[in-house]
C-alpha cells in the first residue's frame, strides 16, 4: 500500500542542471530523489509540474510521488528538508494527495515570473536572479507590444529549435508588466508552455523597451511564424516558476 505525496518546492536554479534528472546526476530532481531515498530506502519515481532548464528558479514547483513508507506531511517535510541541506533546495509545503492527483497532468495553470533589473551598475545582491539591464526600458511600449502576445496563436517564432511539443499553438492567458522603482517584474499565465517560450518572448520584449524594436513588430514576427526572427533569447536567472494550479 502506498501513500501519494504532493510536495511544493523552492530552488535556485543555478547550480543545477535544470529540474529534470541527469546522467551525472546534476538535476533538481536527482537530489530530490535522494534525499527521498535517504528517508525511506525507497526509490521512487517523481512527477513535476514543470521542467524548468538550467538555471531557471523556482518558487512554486510542484511534484508527486507514491511512498511506501508511513510518515506524515510534518515529518516527511522536515526529513527531505535535512537531507537537502546545503544544496539550495527547500520543500515548502507536503500534502497527501489522492490518487488520481499528478502534478504535471491535472495542473490547469502555470505561473511565471521573469525579473530584470533597469540599470548601468552590476548586480551584487540581487546576481543570479534578475537580467541586468543597463539602457533604459520604455515600459508603456513593452506593455503595448506584449498584448499582441495574448490570446490562441501559433508560437513558432517564439519556440525553441529543441521543443518536443506536438504543436507550436497555445494560449496565453495573461502577461502583466509592473515597474517598481528599477526592477521590472513580467507575469505570465497559461495551461502550459513551449520550450523557451517565455524567455523568447522576454528578449524580444527587452528591443521594444529599448526602442530597437516598434511595439508593432511584435505582431508582424508572431504572424510570420519563423524562429529566426524572434530576438535573443532572455538569460535564464530571470526566470522564475512561481505557482500551479489545479
Given at each position: 500500500m502506498t501513500t501519494r505525496w504532493k510536495l511544493i518546492i523552492e530552488y535556485d536554479g543555478k547550480p543545477f542542471n535544470g529540474w529534470q534528472s541527469q546522467k551525472d546526476k546534476s538535476g533538481v530532481q536527482d537530489?530530490?530523489?535522494?534525499?527521498?531515498?535517504?528517508f525511506s530506502n525507497e526509490n521512487?519515481?517523481?512527477?513535476?509540474?514543470?521542467?524548468?532548464?538550467?538555471?531557471?528558479?523556482?518558487?512554486?514547483?510542484?511534484?508527486?510521488?507514491?511512498?511506501?513508507?508511513?510518515?506524515?506531511?510534518n515529518e516527511l517535510r522536515e526529513a527531505l528538508n535535512s537531507h537537502l541541506k546545503p544544496f539550495p533546495v527547500a520543500i515548502l509545503d507536503v500534502d497527501e494527495a489522492d490518487s488520481e492527483f499528478h502534478a504535471r497532468f491535472s495542473a490547469i495553470k502555470r505561473h511565471y515570473q521573469?525579473?530584470?533589473?533597469?540599470?548601468?551598475?552590476?548586480?551584487?545582491?540581487?546576481?543570479?536572479?534578475?537580467?541586468?539591464?543597463?539602457?533604459?526600458?520604455?515600459?508603456?511600449?513593452?506593455?503595448?507590444a506584449s498584448k499582441y502576445l495574448v490570446g490562441k496563436h501559433d508560437f513558432t517564432t517564439f519556440r525553441s529549435t529543441h521543443c518536443q511539443s506536438k504543436s507550436p499553438t497555445k494560449t496565453i492567458d495573461?502577461?502583466?508588466?509592473?515597474?517598481?522603482?528599477?526592477?521590472?517584474?513580467?507575469?505570465?499565465?497559461?495551461?502550459?508552455?513551449?520550450?523557451?517560450?517565455?524567455?523568447?518572448?522576454?528578449?524580444?520584449?527587452?528591443?521594444?523597451?529599448?526602442g530597437k524594436w516598434?511595439?508593432?513588430?511584435?505582431?508582424?514576427?508572431?504572424?510570420?511564424?519563423?524562429?529566426?526572427?524572434?530576438?535573443?533569447?532572455?538569460?535564464?536567472?530571470?526566470?522564475?516558476?512561481?505557482?500551479?494550479?489545479?
Open positions: 537530489f530530490l530523489s535522494d534525499s527521498i531515498k535517504s521512487v519515481k517523481i512527477y513535476a509540474a514543470g521542467r524548468t532548464d538550467s538555471g531557471v528558479h523556482a518558487r512554486g514547483q510542484v511534484v508527486h510521488f507514491d511512498l511506501k513508507r508511513k510518515t506524515d506531511s521573469y525579473d530584470i533589473i533597469n540599470r548601468r551598475p552590476p548586480l551584487t545582491i540581487d546576481k543570479g536572479k534578475y537580467w541586468r539591464i543597463g539602457k533604459p526600458l520604455n515600459i508603456e511600449r513593452m506593455i503595448e495573461l502577461i502583466k508588466i509592473k515597474e517598481i522603482e528599477s526592477k521590472i517584474h513580467i507575469t505570465f499565465s497559461a495551461k502550459s508552455f513551449l520550450h523557451n517560450q517565455v524567455r523568447s518572448f522576454v528578449g524580444s520584449l527587452k528591443l521594444v523597451g529599448e516598434d511595439y508593432k513588430k511584435i505582431k508582424d514576427i508572431l504572424n510570420k511564424k519563423d524562429r529566426t526572427l524572434c530576438g535573443p533569447v532572455a538569460p535564464p536567472e530571470g526566470l522564475s516558476l512561481t505557482k500551479v494550479d489545479y
